[in-house]
């Protein structure tokens, strides 16, 4: 399987400054169709999970344009632009290229100081 | 508006079974792959396994295949996981989700929308 490393773990950000999340996949997630299925989700506490991007860069609907995905092959990043008090919680990339195994990133626990 | 409402969690003993269930609305149902994806005490999300729109395909985790079975029912747009040979490392807050692409189960793709979850714990 395919295995997903997020770095930070965790990050403390005052709130109207910006974040970063690193997320390495072990293999290239660029699919033969020329598609690479990179997603970002956020679990806020106490929820369930909801996507945040998905394809590495597209913005899920309802999803704040502060939210940026980038990257390609096996590096991708999450940006929040400035980060507000509702961005808490932990955030979870997850590949969909190399199946039938989905596999998740350990998440980013994102705190507001 | 898309629902997914779990349902068919509690305790259950080593080796038993139990069956989850996840009633679903507001999307056409059977256009769509299905999966479960659990998230055990504390810790980050495990997919444990899908199934395409007619149910022609079906995929596990290792860590489920051969003791858990998921089925789904179009007419009822309704998901299903039955639960065999129950171990303590299932315990876990067990999520219905919704393919965000085709219904081919095993096509390169991702989720976009999450139940609640029920809660499943295998202790004795």
């Known amino acids: 399987d395919i295995v997903m490393t997020q770095t930070p773990l965790s990050l403390s950000v005052t709130p109207g400054q910006p974040a970063s999340i690193s997320c390495k996949s072990s293999q290239s997630l660029l699919h033969s169709d020329g598609k690479t299925y990179l997603y970002w989700y956020l679990q806020k506490p106490g929820q369930s999970p909801h996507l945040l991007i998905y394809e590495v860069s597209s913005r899920f609907s309802g999803v704040p344009d502060r939210f940026t995905g980038s990257g390609s092959g096996t590096d991708f990043t999450l940006k929040i632009s400035r980060v507000e008090a509702e961005d808490v919680g932990v955030y979870y990339c997850?590949?969909?290229?190399?199946?039938?195994?989905?596999?998740f990133g350990q998440g980013t626990k994102l705190e507001i100081k | 508006e898309v629902q997914l409402v779990e349902s068919g969690g509690g305790l259950s003993q080593p080796g038993r079974s139990l069956r989850l269930s996840c009633a679903t609305s507001g999307f056409p149902f059977d256009d769509y792959a299905m999966h479960w994806v659990r998230q055990g005490p504390g810790k980050g999300l495990e997919w444990v396994s899908g199934i395409s729109w007619n149910s022609a395909r079906k995929v596990y985790a290792d860590s489920v295949k051969g003791r858990f079975t998921i089925t789904r029912d179009n007419a009822k747009s309704s998901l299903y996981l039955q639960m065999d040979s129950l171990r303590p490392e299932d315990t876990a807050l067990y999520y219905c989700?919704?393919?965000?692409?085709?219904?081919?189960?095993?096509?390169?793709?991702?989720?976009?929308?999450w139940g609640h979850g029920t809660l499943i714990t295998v202790s004795s």
């Open positions: 989700v919704k393919d965000i692409g085709s219904g081919v189960v095993d096509m390169a793709s991702g989720f976009d929308y």
């Open positions: 997850m590949q969909g290229t190399h199946l039938p195994a989905y596999t």
